[in-house]
Structures are given as C-alpha cells and as structure tokens.
C-alpha cells in the first residue's frame, strides 16, 4: 500500500508540473488587438516601430552603465493574457542585454535569439513593464527586436501549472540602446550610418542631442525621430 | 578427561535449560523485528538565483512564507547564486555567484531565474507554483532520518561535521552530499525599484563539502545507522555565527531527495544577539 502511495505522489507530481508548449508553427496568426506596447507616459508605440533611447547620463551599475528604456506592455482585453517575447539582439557593441520579462530574468552576452518564458499572465487592462535594459562596458550600442507572443492557457485537471499554446504573434518593435559620448556627434549610427545632424523639436539645428524630442538625420539620408529622458 | 566430561556436559545442559526457557514463552510474545517509526521530512529547495535578477527576491517571498508555514526543520531553502544574473564580485561589489553553484545551474539546464528544484523531482521557472511542489514532496514518506552534529573551533575555525544516517524503511543506496550556507550577508540586490545595495541575503550557498559535488556514496540500510565525517577551514570572511550544514541523500541518479537537514555550526543560544 505505501508503495502504491509513493508511486501515486510520484505520478502526480510528474503530471502536475508538466507544461508542454505547442511546437512554434511557421504560420502563425496575427493579432493587434490583444496586446500593445507602450512608453512610460501610455504613449502607442507602434507596431514596427523602431526605438531609440539614448539616455544624457545612465546610472552606472554593478553590470555596466545601464541604458533603460521605459517599455510597457499593455494588456487591452478584459482577461488576463499569457505572453512572452521573442528577443532577437542582432548588435551589441560591449555587455549584455537582460530582459525580465514577463515574469522571469534572461541576460545575454552574445548576439542571439530567444523566447521568455510565458509563467506569468499580464492581468488585464494592466501594463506590465519589459523590464528590459542593455548594460553598457562602454561607448556604443545594441539593437534588439521584440516580438510579443500570445499564448492560450488550459488547466488540466490534476495539473498545478496550465499548459500553453501559442495562439498568434503580437506586435513587434525594435529598440536601439545607445550610449552616447556626450562630446561626440558621431556616437550614433544607423545601420552603420553616422549621425550628421540633430534638430530639436522645432526644427532647429543643434549641436548636441538634448532632453526631449531630438531628431538625428544620417549620412544615408535617413531622419529618425529620438526622445532623450 | 572428567573435567572435560563435566565441562560438556554442563554446557549441554545450560544450552538444553535456555531452549527450555525460550519455549515457556508464549509464541506471540517472542522477539520480532519492529519497523523503525517513520519520521516527517524535509524537502530541500534550490533556488537558482542571481543579484542581477529583477524577480528573484520574488522567489525569495516565496520560500520565505514556505518557511514561515512549515518551519525551518521541513523547508530547507539554499540560495545557489549562479548563471548569467549571477555575480562573482568585483573590487566594489561583494558577489555571492560559486563554481559549484554554476555546475548545478548547468547540469539542471536552467535557463532563466528564478527557477528552483524541489528535492531534486521536479525543476520549476514558476515561483507561484513552489509551494504545491512543496505540498506534494512533504506527503512523500521519508526512507531516513538524518542526524548532524557539528564542533567549530574558533581559532582554527576549523568545523567537524559528523552525519549520521538511520534507515526507517527499506534500504536506501544513493549519494550524500554536504554544503555550507551563510545567513546576513549584506551584498546589492536588483529589483523592481532599482539597484538595492543593503540588501541582506539568507540561505547563500557558500561550499560543497563532499569530495564530488554530486555527493558521496552512501549505503543506508533500515534499522542500521551509517556514519561519514568532514572538517572544513572556514574563510575569514564568513561570519561563522552564521554559518549552517546542510546534509542530504538523493537517489544514485541525483534526483529525488530523500531526505535533507540543517543545523548551525555554532550553538544558536550562546550566539550573542
């Protein structure tokens, strides 16, 4: 009897914390509607927008100068909504990139792609921050993508931690985390273009980027539009 | 010749005379092996954790009101700093990441923090879910008792740990292993809010004690006791008030904690509070 009972416990346990995620299929539905990114202030940030945060003075940190942008992800339904991101960093010029997001931390050192894991559900109409920043060893830049994943969550009975299936794509943006040497008007690229020019919210030249709403024309013609916390 | 004679037959009859004895007992009341009694377990939490991890300290919430419902002698937590939100140290930044603790962290393929094992039977990214692993390893009837007895000596701060297994049902071969862990160490703690650099960290694995970081062979028979003894130089650093053993026996494939215990190195009343 008490082997049947450890048996049992053994079996349950086995069951209760089995999570399978549905293979990621080739295919997958889009959906705008569910989920949407958004800055510190509420502000939409669209769907394939691309970012660019250049902070005046990161706070220096045990993990580098730290570059934070104030990213949100906004549940727009009335339920709660499992999600994860889909991290691409295609270039880092020095340190890591560390997302926590939704509910658990990564930190990587080297240009690749990853998905989050999905164990904790955005409630609704909440905002959840993306909790993601790149920590700086020096002068430079990291640009990654971030594709929010939608998932459907059933509970089996027996089981402690619901199985998930991805559903559809959310919107996807690009970040570019730069940290700029404020005595240089060249710390920026685009695509490995140079900056040569800023303008300020009026259209006006100047020298430098500054607090607020900058924008960077390039060398290859390219204007970009940068807001400087 | 006669003396022999006597000799023997003396000891035919003292032989015959407890034969005798024993058959004037009452068949049911003769000696039978009693089972040793079971004894309630405890269930050891890893938790693979990392200054850097923004949602570690919530993991830390967690075995913390695990600790608070069950107590200390039935949750037994180690903060295995490691991974890449881990922290080795710098000049400026007391770390509290391990070699050891890395090992563990890759041999578990953890891939994100917190995630924890529960008695080595599952491994869990889900730290709302901890406390039914818990819940369900705590039912587990318990194959052994474990015993420590620690002697620390100041000057030498050389410490003796004596383990004493007790097998209660069935024979249990599998590995013992033997870790020291430090309460209070002051070191930053990443969170929601920012960088906190008076954070107070408990249950931080420090060492393995053990030859193999997986454990020592161990043979726990029912109803017998089995013994291993250690000693270990405790670093200055270390604040030895605060220093504990932790002892376990898994299975001989690393899974599946039998059975896990802590003691203090020092005694906690004559600590100077």
Known sequence: MKSFKTLLLAGLSLMAFTTVYAQEEEEVETDLTTLQFVDADGNVIADGATVNFAPTDPEETPGGFEIKPGIFVENLTDEPVYTAAQVNITAMSSGSLMCCFPANCYNKFELEEFTTDPSEPIQAKAKHSLNTEWYAEAYGSCTASFQLKIYEATLAPGQFVPTKVLRANGPKITV?????????????????????????????????????????????????????? | MKLKNILYSSAVVAVAALFTACSDIDENERFEYVKPASVNRAVLIEDFTGQNCVY??????????????????????????????????????????TDIADTYYNAWGVTTQPTATINRSVVLSDYTKWGAAVAIELQKEAKLSLNLTNTYDEASRQLTINVEAYGTDGNTDGKLTVWLLEDGVKAYQKDQSGYNYDYIH??????????????????????????????????????????????????ADNHNVEQVTKKAIKPQSLLTK
């Open chain 1, 176 to 229: 570019n985390f730069i940290y700029n040497d404020p005595a240089s008007i060249n710390g920026v690229s685009n695509d490995g273009a140079k900056a040569v020019a800023f303008f300020n919210a009026n259209g006006q030249q100047i020298n430098n980027l500054q607090k607020g709403l900058n924008f960077i024309k390039y060398s290859n013609g390219k204007t970009v539009k940068t807001v400087i916390k």
């Open chain 2, 202 to 251: 408990n249950h931080v694995f420090r060492a393995n004690v053990t030859a193999d970081a997986w454990g020592d062979a161990i043979s726990v028979k029912e109803g017998v006791k089995s013994e291993k003894s250690y000693t270990y130089t405790l670093p200055e650093e270390w604040n030895a008030d605060n220093v504990s053993v932790v002892a376990f026996v898994n299975g």
């Open chain 2, 56 to 97: 570690c300290p919530n993991g830390t919430e967690i075995i913390e009101g695990l600790l608070k419902q069950y107590g200390e002698d039935h949750i037994i937590a180690v903060g295995m700093h490691s991974g890449p939100l881990g922290f080795k140290g710098s000049k400026k930044y007391v770390g509290l990441k």
